[in-house]
């Protein structure tokens, strides 16, 4: 069964970095996109940053100039840079492969002083 598997999400203080992974068990990513989204609770799931097999990416406004997305296909993995987080980034992200429309189950980050 394919899956999508995140990690390195976690607790920082506002202006802190984390970086975010993305793997699949079972197969390689689609040939399609693989990007992020974020939820906070009681609100809907929003794109975050999104990256072609070709390594073109796009980006949420307020991802631009701090997130930054990258992806190893040698590895079907995907990365998820952040840096400057703000409180306001304090969301569980997870994993969205464009091709399967699999998505993950989520990593946490929390800003917080």
């Known amino acids: 069964q394919v899956r999508l598997v995140e990690s390195g999400g976690g607790t920082v203080t506002p202006g802190g970095s984390l970086r975010l992974s993305c793997s699949t068990s079972?197969?390689?990513?689609?040939?399609?996109?693989v990007g992020w989204f974020r939820q906070v609770p009681g609100q809907e799931r929003k794109f975050v940053a999104r990256?072609?097999?070709?390594?073109?990416?796009d980006y949420a406004d307020f991802a631009k100039g701090r997130f930054t997305i990258s992806r190893d296909n040698a590895k079907s993995t995907v990365y998820l840079q952040m840096n400057n987080l703000r409180p306001e980034d304090t969301a569980e992200y997870f994993c969205?492969?464009?091709?399967?429309?699999?998505w993950g189950q989520g990593t946490q980050v929390t800003v917080s002083s």
């Open positions: 969205f492969d464009f091709g399967t429309m699999l």
């Open positions: 079972g197969r390689s990513f689609s040939v399609e996109a």
């Open positions: 990256i072609y097999r070709s390594k073109v990416a």
